[in-house]
């Protein structure tokens, strides 16, 4: 990938100048981080409109993904390589869906990828609140699925409503009725605060993954939601019951089909809800399904409007790229792009034609 660097570690103040070296070769974030620091500042920060309007002035039409000094750590926050506050962003926007793994973790994921998924509705009998449906479906139609026919998608408040769920889901990967627009949960638009990510996630590959699937280990991982997997279906609230749809279905198709059914796709709350999950897909199963976790361009939410408290992403360290429209877009650090450096007191920027991954540059 390209990438952007910067010139000399300590920061003068906003008003001074960046020369900025665009280079192209292709590095790794590490590599490219590595390189700009070696041969210049550090990778280029990007501070306001008129800044991100000159990196795409310095390189015009050459422009491909590149690299900026933008990561996210381990706490899931966004940092600047040479540690300046982050006043700006240009972040691409789309609609990316929230999945569980087989280990319970989720997954962001675009949500027009078809997954099982799993619907809730609004129970005193525990063992009869979620419905997993194995059918595949994207997140927008397991939404469906599940409003029409249960609740919602799945919402998940705690880590015993994660570990619930996986162990309904028996294995399988599913929509959650988590989205991201900001990250909120389908029904009722709860906010999101709980979550089981797998490492490295959410990560928003490809800059479409706006809706969450679960995988057999109740880890998270966003996806596109258009993508079919099975998923689950539960009634009203946090706590409803859920059943497994091995209907693979897009997003949309499993929330569509929970909520024909008068439920929807889980929210998940804590891990008993993820163990819950898991424990109804069955152990011949090894897919990822759709949770009812989604990503409405500014937050994730759940499908079934439940506030996000738990998460259980699989985790993930992320860097930030630049596309050729000027637009953001979180990458693997691992991935060769090109990058821009910035170089001197004034920090003036430059352009540098060769590849690296981050830390390289």
Partial sequence: MLFFSLSGFCVPAYNQIRKHVFVETVKSWSEAQRYCRENHTDLATVRSQEEAEQLLDITGASLRDSWIGLYRDDTQNWQWSNSDDVIYSNWRADLFCASVNSEGKWIDLPCNLQKSFMCYKETSNITERYTLIEELKTWTEAQQYCRENHTDLVSIKNASENEEIVKKAQGKPFWIGLFNEPWKWSHQGDSYTFHT??????????????????????????????????????????????????????????????????????????????????????????????????????????????DVIYSNWEPCLFCASVNSEGEWEDSLCSQGNYFMCYSGELRFNSFVNETADWTGG
């Fill in 197 to 306: 990510w797998t490492y490295w996630e959410p990560n928003n590959w490809g800059g479409n993954q706006n809706c969450v699937m679960m995988r057999q280990t109740g880890e998270w991982i966003d996806y596109g939601c258009n993508f079919q997997l099975p998923f689950f279906c539960c009634d009203g609230g946090s706590s409803g019951q859920c059943f497994y749809e091995g209907t693979v279905k897009t997003w949309l198709g499993a929330q569509s089909y929970c909520r024909n059914q008068g439920k929807d796709l889980p929210s998940i709350q804590d891990q008993a809800r993820v163990n819950e999950l898991i424990g109804l897909i069955p152990s011949t199963n090894d897919s990822d399904h759709w949770i009812g976790l989604y990503h409405d361009k500014e937050n994730w939410q759940w499908s079934s409007g439940g």
